[in-house]
């Protein structure tokens, strides 16, 4: 596996990070001003589960270098 491959990983799981742990955090300040009286519990919730989905994937990309991503195939 290239660098350029390795980096390509390491980019597409910040951003799915991202995007997890800024829906849990989202969706957990959602149901604690509706439905928790405020408590953090459902934010803190929340957001674990976004970072530990985004850890899942991370992980399984990071391990399986043979699978082929849309973006990354050549036309021949």
Known sequence: MSEKEV????????A?????VGAGLGLG??????????????IAFGTGAGLGMAYSNCQNDLRSPYLLHSNTTKEQ
């Open 7 to 14: 980096g390509q990983k390491w980019d597409r799981c910040l």
């Open 16 to 20: 799915d990070c991202a995007v997890k």
């Open 29 to 42: 300040i959602v149901f604690s001003v509706i439905f928790f009286k405020r408590r953090t519990l459902p």
